[in-house]
């Protein structure tokens, strides 16, 4: 009984920090910090991707509007962005 429980258990954690990195992957590539996304991934697991989408998406918007809604900028053959 208690080993299945031990195994629930880690189980769960293990799921949690995977979806907490999920998150701080999708909001570090969009400029926004590791660790706070990680804290945030950590303590809402299973929403925490889908505020981290939201607010890539929004950030996407804003550059947009910036921009006058022109496309991004593509940068040239072996330039890194």
Request: hydrophobic share 55%.
């Amino acid at each position: 009984m208690f080993f299945s429980f031990l195994l629930g258990t880690i189980f769960l954690v293990l799921l949690d920090v995977l979806l907490a990195s999920v998150t701080m992957y999708i909001a570090y590539s969009h400029g926004h910090s590791r660790l706070k996304w990680f804290v945030l991934g950590l303590v809402l697991p299973f929403f925490s991707i889908f505020i981290a989408l939201a607010v890539a998406m929004r950030d996407e918007q804003r550059a947009k509007a910036a921009r006058g809604g022109a496309p991004a900028p593509v940068p040239e053959p072996g330039e890194f962005s």
